[in-house]
């Protein structure tokens, strides 16, 4: 019997795939300090299992496959406060950011299509446009130059006659970069210049350091409403990652109409975790400045302390809770399984998400590494102590 070539092309996450031999390590008694998964420490608003305590239906139905209203009403209020007017029917709730993914790259891509995408990316994108016939077109970034990409001298020359479309990630996960207005202004251009169609995924707009309360959204660009498509999430905005609740938001009519044939056909998105997730919106600002003052002083002792390490490059990440640096080793893949299967410091260890998961070659980014800062700041600091004398016991085997 024979696969799919497009899913065999698909690659496992580097965010998780080391887990069997972190199940191992843990099996021999090491303690693992966790920065391979972004998953948050911070608590979930209380008033998502206080809805979930209230629900009381005699009958667990199927909710409507665009989402309840209640929750499509939230999300366009949210929206609403950020400047981006939405009818109901521009959103769609999805089982979480990765399902809006899924669904858009359905949408528009045919085999062969290609999307554009700063590397290093996230690596669910690769597998949600390859599964779904495209192709990664990666433009190159490095940490000496900050992971910047947003110049038309950089995006233009990627451009071909089977483009369909330019993602990114702002505050971008792996790096943390943030782009400005300027670079969402430039990004917007090009892609109505070329009739692309250009999708944000915003899901840590919250998350940034720079003073401000919240990012500029390219979903404001009037000009370019037909080419936006904006990805969203509850899993990191309130703590809510098991929620498994997001949205695929577009003011493209045509592009929603079809977008709902495939929510039809997935029947809908959990009940239950819907109506706690609207609750989840009405958490006042002061939630979102404590999260962020944490999460600010997180990425400062960590940044601190990774930078003590010799031969490391970093740039200091300005939002989200992420930051990729290049390690002095050959191979952070064979660096990570070292560290536990062979490697501890008073019995403890780290893991981290190797570098090369978050490229288009396979070989890419055998130096780097993404460490997600959701420990509380001491067991960062440790963590990086750890990886101190783990790089000068590796490298001197």
Known sequence: MKLSEKTLDCRLSP???FHPYA??????????YHLNIGQPDIHTPSVYRDTLRSFSESVLAY???????ELIDAIRGYYCDIGVRLERDHVLVTTGGSEALDITMKCILDEGCEVIVAEPFYPNYYTFIRANGGKVVPIPTSAENGYRFATREQIEPLITDKTRAILFTNPGNPTGTILSQEDLRLLADIAKEHDLY???????????????NRLSTIGSMEDVKENIILIDSVSKRFSACGARIGAMISRNNELMQQALKLAQARLSVATVDQLAATSLYSVDQSYFKAV???????????????????????????GA?????KLPVDDTDEFQRWLLEEFEDHGETLMFAPGSGFYAAADGGKQEARFAYVLEAPKLARAMEILKKAIEKYNNR
């Open 15 to 17: 965010i998780r795939k």
């Open 292 to 318: 962020r003052k944490e999460y600010r002083h997180r990425r400062d002792v960590c940044y601190a302390k990774l930078m003590e390490i010799p031969g490391v490059v970093c740039a200091e990440p300005m």
């Open 321 to 325: 809770f992420y930051m990729m640096a």
């Open 63 to 69: 909710a409507p496959s665009p989402g309840i209203p």
């Open 23 to 32: 199940v191992s390590a843990a099996a021999q008694g090491k303690t693992i």
């Open 198 to 212: 250009l999708i944000g995924d915003e899901v840590y707009r919250e998350f940034i350091y720079d003073g401000s």
